[in-house]
């Protein structure tokens, strides 16, 4: 089974862009299942902000369509998402999940990123 | 504010039985069968406990249990146990690719 570890900045600046990594362990991210990425912010519930396919195809969740970049590096077992023009409001606890059909069967422990200046 | 409505918190005795709903529209928990449900403990990962609305992965327990009632969907955990205390969060497919979750409910055990 997948073990899934996510990486990220910890602190980010508002309008900047926000950068995180999920390197992925005991799999091939070349398998036939989509690599997606989520949200819980404090106090609040979790949100599903996109997943990529290792074949390039990408699903997006719509309301944040417009800020996300989604990516995968098959060479290093990795996938990464890109959240540009960040506020206070995308402060947020990051996690990485394999993605089976229409849920999350793996995670990662997840990666705390505070937007603030 | 979440798509999904989950009370924010249930409680139960050990030995019991807690039931937790999570309601949504026909555009999302009425309208397909892929309600999950992840049980998340502070500091680990989310833990997939139920899929497609009744179906548990290999090594979860059978005191989890889910069901669907028109656009409300439920998890039941029998025998309430010290370990199940956690928050656990309900999730549907939304169609368009797009995935949908609640806000999360608190699960204590008195």
């Known amino acids: 089974q997948p073990q899934l570890q996510e990486s990220g900045p910890g602190l980010v600046k508002p309008s900047e862009t926000l950068s995180v990594t999920c390197s992925v362990s005991g799999d091939s991210i070349s398998t036939n299942y989509y690599w997606g990425w989520l949200r819980q912010p404090p106090g609040k519930g979790l949100e599903w902000i996109a997943s990529i396919h290792h074949s390039q195809s990408k699903v997006y969740s719509p309301s944040l369509k417009s800020r996300v970049t989604i990516s995968v590096d098959t060479s290093k077992n990795q996938f990464s998402l890109k959240l540009s023009s960040v506020t206070a409001a995308d402060t947020a606890v990051f996690y990485c999940?394999?993605?089976?059909?229409?849920?999350?069967?793996?995670w990662g422990q997840g990666s705390l990123v505070i937007v603030s200046s | 504010q979440s798509a999904l409505t989950q009370p924010p918190s249930a409680s139960g005795s050990p030995g019991q039985s807690v039931t937790i709903s999570c309601t949504g529209t026909s555009s999302d928990v009425g309208g397909y069968n892929y309600v999950s449900w992840y049980q998340c403990h502070p500091g680990k990962a989310p833990k997939l406990i139920i899929y497609e609305v009744t179906k548990r992965p290999s090594g979860v327990t059978d005191r989890f249990s889910g069901s669907k009632s028109g656009n409300t969907a439920s998890l039941t955990v029998s025998g309430l146990q010290a370990e199940d205390e956690a928050v656990y969060h309900c999730s549907s497919y939304g169609g368009n690719s797009n995935l949908v979750f609640g806000g999360g409910t608190k699960l204590t055990v008195l």
């Open positions: 999940a394999r993605h089976d059909l229409h849920h999350f069967d793996y």
